[in-house]
């Protein structure tokens, strides 16, 4: 009996310092949010606002830097729902360029990779 | 008169004297069992094995008290602003042979709980941050049955103990927001010891389960409320609240407390502590869908030295550290009340470090404990950052003293006074995106956070031995306040009868 609690202490010792916190640090990723035209129509350049709603906590996070099509945003991990409105630069099959209205929207976007989270929305223009 | 005056006044200091003189000469169980001199060993007798050797004599009493305490304002709003905890309390400690030790306590407390807001979960201290709460609150009432027995025996230099402690409490609410909460909390103990030379060493580990169910229910339609499933300082976990209020908790954990002393001589001693326990919270709604996991990580070490010959003398250091990180568990999209799990973040981030310097100084019938520390709570959330911080200085002092008036009453007297500074304080909040709820709930528990306190108390208990019987009758009776630096103030009252034998 005795020898059997003097074997319980080192294991107990052992489970103790192995059953620390799993600590995940990595809290933030980068969301990469592209915005497409489709088949018809050429997207060039838009300048737009990025809307995303923390699907879980509710919290907003907004940019506005795009570079071409593609937008890069810093923030927490996590599900988000994706509003996008704005004007895109596009380019018809006939080569016409002309400004246009847009939006874009998605309710469920997964960015919970550590890094390089990518997610490509189809324009709906509003004119 | 005057001569009368003096004749009086001798009278009176010899009856003292004298009373103290037969109080000191009491070796009886209730002193031994009673006695503050025993508060350097509370962390060893941890240790079932040690537990069995901690008192020399047997000793049994039942109870039948009740413990109050009444806030001007809630210190922590989660706990209301006081109680009226009527109790019933039997405990044995029992010497079966110069060997083997018995003991055991069963008790069964039930009341009511003042004006608890923000906070519809039981064990509040065990499982915050990560709570139901909502901004109405109201009296609660409570009912806890405890059980717990042990059992230590010595073979040659070896010593042995098991012990076992069994909780199950519920808390509810008999109008709307209805929280009811139950409690099941079971606690094994196995310890063992070895006498080597001059010095005894004891080892002991401690296994818990835990579990938890916790809901709110709304009777009248028109009445209901958000119910936030918290997640500390301010923040609630969003897309579960409102109306998902059915949960449950599933913990445990493990302990070990290592210990070192003189047997029966002066010496150094040392106790270490280092303990493990987990909570996870689960959406019972949702096919248990974790939302949240605790970690409660705690280390303490003892180390001092005592002196047991005339007159009892320990001075002793102490240094505890808790360390309590909160994840979250990122639910994904949901499929037939299924929601998947798809990433799970450290949020939430708690220090508690508290060390203290102190002397135990005692005579047969009488006792004095002094200690000063330091105490230093830092609580975080990650992201939106929010930080509460606030560190105290602190002064304790303690004294007992046993007197016997005549030979079959034994007064005990107890009396403590404490104070605690605010060295420091630290709050950061992004107040202008909180809600005015939140924001008021924040600063609430900041304001006594960092306040300062004064507490002082006293208890009077009263033995007597029944002729010609090993029973005996006590009545206890004891006060205490505090004052804090807010402008508000603590009452508390206790009172028991009962029977020893």
Known sequence: MKHHILFLLPIALVMLLTACAPVEDDIFTTAHITVTGGDDVTVTSVQAQVKLINVNSRQVTTAADFDGVSATVELLRGAYQIDI????????????IRMRQFRCQSDYVEFVGRDNNEVTLKIIFLD | MTDMRRQFLLILIFMTIKALAIASNADTALV????????????AIRNPALHGLAYKTSFSQLALGIDMQHQSRAFVPEKGNGYALPYLKVSTHHSLNERSTVWGEASYMTGKQHNVKWNSTSDYDLLQPYILADTLGGDTRRERYSVSGGYATSINRWLLGAEMLVRAEQEYRGHDPRMRGIVTDLTLRLGGGYDLGRYRLGAAVEGNIYKQTNSVAFYREE????????????????????DKRSLYYDGGGMAVVLH???????????????????????????????????????????????????????????????????????GGTSDARYFPVIACLTMYKSHILETYAG????????????????REVSEEYVYPHRQMDAAHVYGRLQGQCFIRP???????????????????????MPFANMDAAFTSLIQHKQQFAAANYTDFGAKVRADYALKHSRYGLFAEAGGAMTLCSASEHQTAFHCSIGITF
């Open chain 2, 223 to 242: 009445g209901v409320i958000p119910e936030y499933q918290m997640t500390g300082l301010g923040t609630e976990y969003s897309r579960f609240s409102g």
């Open chain 2, 406 to 428: 005549s030979g079959k009453w034994l007064l005990t007297l107890n009396a403590h006074a404490s104070y605690y500074a605010n060295t420091s304080d630290k709050l950061q």
């Open chain 2, 359 to 374: 002397a135990l100084y005692g005579r047969g019938n009488w006792h004095i404990n002094m200690t000063a520390g330091y």
């Open chain 2, 260 to 330: 070192a002393s003189p047997i029966g001589q002066s010496g150094p001693y040392a106790d270490v502590m280092l303990d493990e326990h987990r909570y996870h919270r689960k959406l019972a709604e949702y096919n248990s869908m974790p939302l949240t996991d605790l970690y409660n990580e705690h280390v303490g070490a003892t180390i001092g030295w005592e002196k047991e010959k005339n007159h009892s003398l320990a001075v002793f250091g102490h240094i505890d550290y808790t360390k309590r990180t909160g994840n979250e568990h990122i």
């Open chain 1, 85 to 96: 409105e704005g004007v895109a630069t596009c380019q018809s099959a006939e080569n016409n």
């Open chain 2, 32 to 43: 031994e069992h009673t006695s503050i001199g025993l508060q350097p060993m509370m962390e």
